[in-house]
Each structure stands twice: as structure tokens, then as C-alpha cells.
């Protein structure tokens, strides 16, 4: 089996799709502004049409890259591609000040590599095991691990969690549209033969990552009109691997973080990164160097936010649940090629899974080499005025969402969403639960009512269960816990301020 | 947060209410036919819809009892809502994202009617012009990369786009 799981993934197809989707991830996460969701999603619109294996690599390769692109313009300007990368800028851009941008820009692509390659074994090792103990889960202990997904990523809206529910509930209820999963009923489709197969997650997240990102973006792109950014000046590195391997405890530590943060539905690589660093920064013999360009503060942020690409799979893989916005897009694109991912996928004995974890290895060391070889490239690509790229974005969109079904009703629903992803971010309404509520609402609302029917309608089968209990409890802890915590604060500094009185 | 902010909150939890109260009231109970053979189930198709929306009306009522306080909190503390005129460029700066969605809507009808050369030739240029791209190489270079993406979804991907 192993031999047929590397014939599947070495072929020259294949390597080229993971290429090509490295060099557009790194591309658009150096850009700042641009997430790697948005990578993610500009890269689907090319995989219409492709194969599964092949398509999951060029995504793949779009997610690795841009968690590794986002450190370029950390390192030399100070702003970060992405938000995964906020935590590198701290040492980073000092390190560039000094003259060591070099050195920087190195130890990212070496932190990023290490941390990707750990985290892709720890998928490898780790997901069939997980997919044995899924295999035995009913329907309520399903729904209440959906729901669990659901409430993490709400629970990252720490400012306004009613803003995360009202994004999720959105989600759900767009979800709804379409026919019913069990009876084949229409709902809400207001006599429309296009909506019957409701709202395609693919389309409407193209709509709310890329194109809403046109209008979004669009006043400041005005503003800098066709001047691009200034060139940077790249001292040549003086670091060799072995230099940074004298820092394996804080590549091993931030590795470990990245693993178990991206293993859990609703974090992400920016929470990894901001963890590694400060455990980096608490555990060093020189912590008074981090903040004014420690090589030891690029390693560990850039280790721990690619430590999370392989273990954000393990939820994705084994269960169906996204733990991310790019889990979800992926989970939409597997969807649209005719996968469901689950734990069956590991039990069916299908090489499918394995060439997909295993290719996850490869792309990581064509990290390295791309990263190695084509760093001026990037960092000069970075620079391409922003004002070119928009009607780019608005073209290229416009025909993916067209050839997801080769029909105009997905351009307009492009179009629409668009619009409700610009409002969205305009008003504060956080976008990503709304993203995972649309790939998880089947899922959630099926085993639901498979629950209901197996215990001829008793919702107590909910509480009654006690992993099912737990699991609702905890995701329930979740949603409340910012709020309590914000009120224990705030008594505590009344009864601080009181006591000063 | 302050007072302007906490307004804008209370108008848009206002159009959550509403919106979850059409859905309850008109959009489920008349675009979910169940039969006599659904009823029988306790989860009916329109059960799911109705639960979301009851929650969304929950949320949002939650979430409008919140701005209102916060913007009655902001009021007694003494924060005025600064009633400042904006100017004409600000204007442009808060249209213009509307302005570029028309555009878009326009390349999509005419994608619609006449097909994806003749949209793409009309409307992305003048979108590139809104972003004050002056020079001539820009505007090649998105024939050029809009022609590739054209003959890489066509003549690769075999998706029949016209």
C-alpha cells in the first residue's frame, strides 16, 4: 500500500500542482492584506475541474505557503502578510534594521519547514488512530461535536460574542436553503429550480473571502495608485542549519504547541505563533534580547504557526469538522469533487487519505527549496501595486464561480455574498463562523434529527449520553466564558478602585 | 467603544429583529410545505430553520438590550455624539466600495447577455481607471493574465465558458 501511496503522489502532475500552489501561497500571503484563506480560495477557482488528489495539493500548497509568505514582509517592512505572522514582526523586522534580514528570512523558512514536517507526521500518526475512535461515535455525539466547532470559532470573537452567534446563525440559515436532507422537501427556495440544490459553500466563500476583499480593499488601493512598494535591500545569510539546530527545544516546543492548538477546532496559526513566541521568550537564557531581533524570536512564532497546517487536517479529516476558514474551504472543496470526509475514509482502505497526508511531507520540502531559491522573487513580487491585482481577483473569481456548475446563478451568488461579506466586516460581524456554520449546517442539522429519531423525538438523548453531555457542556463554557471572565475583571477592579478609596 | 459605534450596533441588531421575525412569520411557514406523512416527526423540515431563526431573534434581542445600554451608559458619562459634517472626500472614501460592487454587477449582466471577452474588456479596465492606474504597462498586464486565466479554464480546465 505504502508503494501505491507514493506512486500516487510522485507524479509529475502532482508535484507540479504543489508547486504552483506553494509559489501562489507564498505570493499572496507576502502581500499584506491578503490572508491565506484568501489564497486558499483564489487557488479553488483553479482546481474546477481537476482531479481530487491533485487539486488537494495545489490548496495544500497555497495553505503552507502562505503561512510562510506572511514572513517576508514581517521581516522587511514590519507588516505582517498575514495575521499569522503578527508574532514574527516583533523580532524580525529589528533583526532587518540590524542588517540581518537575511538571517531572518532564513530562519522563517527553517522554523516554517521544521514545524511543517512535525506537524505533517503527527497527521500521519495521529489520524487513523483518531478515525478508529471516530468510527464509533452515533448521531447526538456528532451533532454535539459540530456544534463544539461551531462555538470554538465563535468563542474567537472575544470582543462580541452575540456579534460570532448572530455570524453563525447566518451561516445555519443559509444552510437551510435548498431541499430538506430527509424528506428532499424545498425550503426557502422561493420556487427557484437553481436553488433547489441550495447554496454551494464553495461559491459563497469565494464571494466572502475574495471578492468581498475587492471592496474592501478597494479605497486603498485607490489611494497608492500604481506606485509599487520601495525594493529592500537583502543582506546575504551567514546562518547555516547547524546554527539554528542549536535551538531544537524551542523548535521541538513550538512544534508541539502548533500541533495540539491546530488540532483544536476554532484556533489557528496566529494564536500557535503568539504561544510560541512567549513560551520562546519565558524559557531562553536570553530573554532580554527578544524584541530587539533574536534569531531565537523569528524561529519560534514561524515553527509554531506551520506547526498547525498538518494538525488542523486531523478535525478535518477525521471527522468533517473544519477547524479553520481554510479547513472550510477546503471541506467545500472536497464536497464539490464528491469526498466526504469522515473516519470511513481511513477504514475504506482508499490510499487517498495517506497520499493527501503524505503529500503534505512533500510540499513542505518544496518549501524549502522554493523558499531557497526564489526568495528575491517573492520579496520582489510583494511589491506589485495593489491597484493591478483587484480586477485581476474580480475576473478570476467571476469564472471559478462560473465553473463550479457552468452556470450564471453561481456568478450570482458570488456577487451577493460579496456584498454580505463586505457588510459584514464593515459592521464588526466576524466572518469565519459564518464560514464553518455553512460547511458544518448539514452535517449538524442531520445528525440532529437522527438523534431525535432514534429517541422518537426526546431531546433529552442530548443530555442523557454523558460524552454527548460533555462535549455540549464544554462547547457551552466556550460561548460564556469571555463574558464571565469580563465581569470577574471588572468587579475586581471596582473592588480594587474601592479599596484605594 | 464609543456612543457612534453603539447607535450603529443598535440599528443593525434592529434589522437582525426584523429580519428574524419575516423569517418566522412569512418566509418558513410559506416556503416549507410539510405534508400530513412529515408531521408525524417530531423534527419536521421546518423545525431546523425555526430553531435558527428563534435563536437568531434571541441573539439579536440580546444583542439590542446591550447597544442600548452601553449607548444609555455612554450618554450619562457625558459623551456627546460629534455631529461633524463629512467632507467630500470622505464621501468618495465611503462610496466607493459601492461604486467598484456596481461595477461588478455590471460585469456580471454583461457576462449574462454578451459573454466573458466582451465584459472583460469593458468593465475591468474601468475598474483598473477608478483605482487611479495611469500607466499603460498595467492595464497589458491584466489582458495578458486575464487571457492566460481564459485559455487555462477553456482549453485545460474544459470549462465552457463563452
Redesign the interface.
Known sequence: MSLAVLAEIFTIHNLLMMNLGLFAGIVIGAMPGLSVSFAVTVLLTMTIGMESIPSMFMLLGGYVGGMYGGSITAILINTPGTPNSAATTLDGYPLAKQGRAGDALKAALYGSTIGGLISAAALLFLAPQLAKIVEVIASPEMFAICLFGLCATISLSKDNIIKGLISALLGLLVCCVGLDPIFGTGRMIFGSRSLMAGFRPVTCMLGVYALSQVLFECNTARQKGDSGTRGYEISKSALRLRDLLKYWKTILKSSVIGVIIGAIPGTGGGISAMFSYNEARRASKNPEKFGKGSIEGVLAPETGNNAVTGATLIPMLTMGIPGDAVMAIMLGALTMQGITPGAKLFSAGSIWVYAIMGGLLVINIFMLLQGSLFIKLFVNVSRIPENILLPCIVVLCTMGAFAISNSMIEVAVLIVFALIGFLMKKFGIPVIPFTIALVLGTLCETNLRRSLMVSYGDPMILVRRPICFCILLFSLLLLVYPTISKAIKALRKRAGEAAEK | MDRKKAK?DIY?MLF?IILSLV?LFW??PT?????AM?EV???T?KS??QL??S??LL??V??FV?SLIVYWKLGVCGERETAEKRTAGQWR?AL??YV??AL??I??LL??CFG?IPA?IIV??I??W??????WQ?YA??YA??AI??L??TKI?????R
Open positions: 450603529t443593525m437582525f423569517l418566509v418558513i416556503q416549507i410545505k410539510v405534508t412529515m416527526e417530531s423534527f423540515p431546523f430553520p435558527i431563526a435563536g437568531l441573539v439579536s440580546i444583542g446591550k472614501e466607493f466600495p467598484i460592487f461588478i454587477v460585469y456580471g457576462f449574462k466573458i472583460t475591468p479596465p475598474i483598473l477608478c483605482l487611479r492606474c495611469r500607466k498595467m498586464i491584466f493574465f486575464t486565466i481564459y487555462l479554464f480546465l474544459l470549462v465552457p465558458i
